[in-house]
């Protein structure tokens, strides 16, 4: 081996470790997956209680569905950052905890102002583009916190509100589209976060 290969290698070793400890150790794959599962059933009541959303209320109502999961998702994930905050967090991790709050901050106001607007102006079939799209960026900026694998996710969901704004009315609003990205895009990051803390054990 020249002094050149040896070199990159030791690069490339401390770049792995250094990504190590960007990662945050505060997000928890239970709650990703948890999460997932809140998407999945909230779903399954749209396809029962408005599986084609056509009129003012028929569209209220659809937004409360995905607003209350949205809502439960909020609370089990904050509330087990908050729980891994004041049990386990080093001076460094509460540092960081501010970090990552700041890089997802802005897509989580954006995506919330945007919903409400387009609720007000009757646009809710550009709902499901706004939800992909934000959490795509929400993703995307903290990229370097997460395992590498959240990436390819975070790509699929801003390809998916780009496709999302293209489709028909009734194929946005349908009721399985929130639920195979926010329902298996998060059990597949929650899944990425256990495996990732199982190798780094």
Not at 34 to 47: M, N
Not at 55 to 66: S, V
Not at 156 to 162: G, W
């Amino acid at each position: 081996m020249t002094d050149l290969e040896r070199a990159l290698l030791d690069i490339a070793e401390v770049r792995e470790r250094l990504a190590e400890t960007q990662q945050f150790k505060g997000y928890s794959g239970v709650a990703a997956i948890a999460s997932g599962l809140f998407a999945l059933v909230a779903g399954a009541v749209q396809a029962v209680l408005v599986p084609a959303p056509q009129g003012a209320h028929e569209n209220r109502l659809y937004f409360a569905i995905w607003l209350t999961c949205c809502a439960a998702a909020a609370i089990v994930n904050y509330g087990a950052i908050a729980h891994w905050f004041v049990s386990d967090a080093s001076a460094r991790d509460r540092w960081q905890t501010r970090t990552v709050g700041l890089a997802i901050l802005p897509a989580l106001v954006l995506g919330a102002a945007l919903s409400f607007a387009l609720l007000v102006h009757d646009h809710v079939s550009d709902l499901p583009s706004i939800w992909y799209g934000c959490y795509g960026v929400g993703l995307f900026a903290s990229r370097t916190m997460v395992p590498r694998g959240v990436v390819a996710i975070a790509t699929l969901f801003l390809a998916a509100s780009i496709v999302l704004m293209f489709v028909p009315p009734a194929m946005a609003l349908a009721w399985w589209v929130p639920p195979a990205g926010f329902g298996l895009g998060q059990i597949a990051i929650g899944a990425l976060v256990l495996r990732d803390r199982a190798v780094h054990a």
